[in-house]
């Protein structure tokens, strides 16, 4: 019988992936109590940010900008549509393609969000430098992952 000794890189302790996975709750979980007054779930701020940012998006672009697939981020958008905070219609030149944009509401919602990456970053606990630096790796890993696919 093998000793747990020779199973060491089984040790939940040893899982990058579980940090991750720990990471990514605990960020969530920071998130929601900044968001349930705007509204919002996290997935949905994720997606105004974008919209905020960069304006009218078509589906698939805004999917490729959050990494997300169809059938996660249609019913996200229908709720963001449903709260009045979005609207999709049919590019009149491709009518297969479909434009995501805000409405007056949605826009309006970007003033009342704009402490929230202000109170994160002080829960956060870390300096902008090393913020960056944590985001520089993250997106390497993920970068290294996407290519390994």
């Given at each position: 019988?093998?000793?747990?000794?020779?199973?060491?890189?089984?040790?939940?302790?040893?899982?990058?992936?579980?940090?991750?996975?720990?990471?990514?709750?605990?960020?969530?979980?920071?998130?929601?109590?900044?968001?349930?007054?705007?509204?919002?779930?996290?997935?949905?701020?994720?997606?105004?940010?974008?919209?905020?940012?960069?304006?009218?998006?078509?589906?698939?672009?805004?999917?490729?900008?959050?990494?997300?697939?169809?059938?996660?981020?249609?019913?996200?958008?229908?709720?963001?549509?449903g709260a009045?905070?979005?609207?999709?219609?049919?590019?009149?030149?491709?009518?297969?393609?479909?434009?995501?944009?805000?409405?007056?509401?949605?826009?309006?919602?970007?003033?009342?969000?704009?402490?929230?990456p202000m109170?994160?970053?002080?829960?956060?606990?870390?300096?902008?430098?090393?913020?960056?630096?944590?985001?520089?790796?993250?997106?390497?890993?993920?970068?290294?992952?996407?290519?390994?696919?």
């Amino acid at each position: 019988m093998a000793t747990s000794k020779e199973f060491h890189e089984l040790k939940l302790a040893n899982q990058l992936c579980f940090d991750l996975y720990a990471a990514s709750r605990a960020v969530t979980k920071a998130y929601r109590p900044l968001l349930e007054p705007l509204g919002l779930t996290y997935p949905q701020y994720l997606a105004l940010l974008v919209l905020w940012e960069h304006g009218a998006h078509s589906v698939t672009a805004l999917g490729q900008a959050l990494q997300l697939d169809s059938g996660t981020l249609s019913p996200l958008l229908k709720r963001l549509e449903g709260a009045g905070l979005i609207r999709r219609q049919r590019r009149p030149d491709d009518e297969r393609a479909v434009e995501v944009g805000l409405t007056e509401a949605g826009l309006a919602l970007k003033e009342r969000a704009a402490s929230v990456p202000m109170a994160i970053a002080c829960k956060v606990g870390l300096g902008l430098g090393e913020a960056r630096a944590l985001q520089a790796e993250l997106r390497r890993l993920v970068a290294a992952l996407d290519a390994g696919e």
